[in-house]
Antibody, heavy 129, light 108 residues
């Protein structure tokens, strides 16, 4: 079945880097972009950015530029989120999700409504000295 | 950037109640609003897309309505498994998303 499986929890010190993986299975990897979402403790969901799984081109939300890197290894159908120069405020659960365009009744056939239809299980990153 | 404002931020309800959550966009987003359910320790789950379309496998007690800037998610006859946090999300630009701040539905 279609699934995204993320790497395990990480405990890091401030200033270090972390690289989270998201392995796709059950579909052709390059068909859909992958997007990343953060949930800090006690907070809501924040969209971080997405990566084109054909070209590897990343796009980031305004609050996630600079220290954040999105990359791919298409040979193993895996996307990566790397966070450099970690800060305590990076402590959060990070999710990857498949970004898919759906058609809907009443809309032109060519029009796509973009959703996050399949999610990874989440990776907890804790930054603490 | 488009902001999504949900209300209420939390509510208490009983099993069998009808619950409505609202979401307002800071500018028109057409019908490009999705709704997700998020339970603690689990991945979020897509419920409704394009404002009113039920995702495959989602119970019919969930429904969505709206267009432009104002949207609602309604749960008729709340079940135990529906106690969770619900998020609206706009996707009016391809691959660019914004979530509302969430509405926590708690047991009364």
């Amino acid at each position: 079945q279609v699934q995204l499986v993320q790497s395990g929890s990480e405990l890091k010190k401030p200033g270090a880097s972390v690289k989270i993986s998201c392995k796709a299975s059950g579909y052709t990897f390059g068909t859909y972009p992958l997007t990343w979402v953060r949930q800090a403790p006690g907070q809501g969901l924040e969209w971080m950015g997405w990566i084109n799984t054909n070209t590897g081109n990343p796009t980031f939300a305004q609050d996630f530029t600079g220290r954040f890197v999105l990359s791919l290894d298409t040979s193993v159908s895996t996307a990566y989120l790397q966070i450099n120069s970690l800060k305590a405020e990076d402590t959060a659960v990070y999710y990857c999700a498949r970004d898919r365009g759906l058609t809907a009744a009443g809309a032109p056939r060519f029009y796509r409504f973009y959703v996050m239809d399949v999610w990874g299980q989440g990776t907890t990153v804790t930054v603490s000295s | 950037d488009i902001q999504m404002t949900q209300s209420p931020s939390s509510l208490s309800a009983s099993v069998g109640d009808r619950v409505t959550i609202t979401c307002r966009a800071s500018q028109t987003v057409g019908r490009s609003v999705n709704w997700y359910q998020h339970q603690p320790g689990k991945a979020p789950k897509l419920l409704i897309y394009a404002a009113s379309n039920l995702q495959t496998g989602v119970p019919s007690r969930f429904s969505g309505f709206g267009s432009g800037t104002d949207f609602t998610l309604t749960i008729t006859s709340l079940q135990l498994e529906d106690f969770a946090t619900y998020y609206c999300q706009q996707s009016s630009s391809a691959h660019q998303f914004t979530f509302g701040q969430g509405t926590k539905v708690e047991i009364k």
